[in-house]
Nanobody
Framework: QVQLVESGGGLVQAGGSLRLSCEASGSTFSRNSRYVMGWYRQARGKQRELVAT???????NYADSVKGRFTISRDNAKNTVYLQMNSLKPEDTAVYYCYYRGIYDTRDYWGQGTQVTVSS
């Protein structure tokens, strides 16, 4: 099992910044040397979509809509992935979900979600 705990959402004006954090724990997480971990988002009335992921041991993947504005990073010592969001736009408003799947896992893991609201 893997547990994902998110933090860092909130309300910000357009052009502002936020940083999301996702801390992972659990026995399965500890034994997976290769995994995908990152962020998806779901706006009201829309499908969940990829924002950015880290593909361990190396590599990142970003949605075209956030390239150049968002940066995903990780702290292996803290089992935490971060999403630095700059130049936020009202269309970035959504619930952001942390995602994880390890090489030995047979299912996806999701966090509880954190609301990001960008006002115009």
């Amino acid at each position: 099992q893997v547990q994902l705990v998110e933090s860092g959402g909130g309300l910000v004006q357009a052009g502002g910044s936020l940083r999301l954090s996702c801390e992972a724990s659990g026995s399965t997480f500890s034994r997976n040397s290769r995994y995908v971990m990152g962020w998806y988002r779901q706006a009201r009335g829309k499908q969940r979509e990829l924002v950015a992921t880290i593909i361990s041991p190396s590599g990142t993947n970003y949605a075209d809509s956030v390239k150049g504005r968002f940066t995903i990073s990780r702290d292996n010592a803290k089992n935490t992935v971060y999403l630095q969001m700059n130049s936020l736009k009202p269309e970035d408003t959504a619930v952001y979900y942390c995602y994880y799947r390890g090489i030995y896992d047979t299912r996806d893991y999701w966090g509880q979600g954190t609301q990001v609201t960008v006002s115009s």
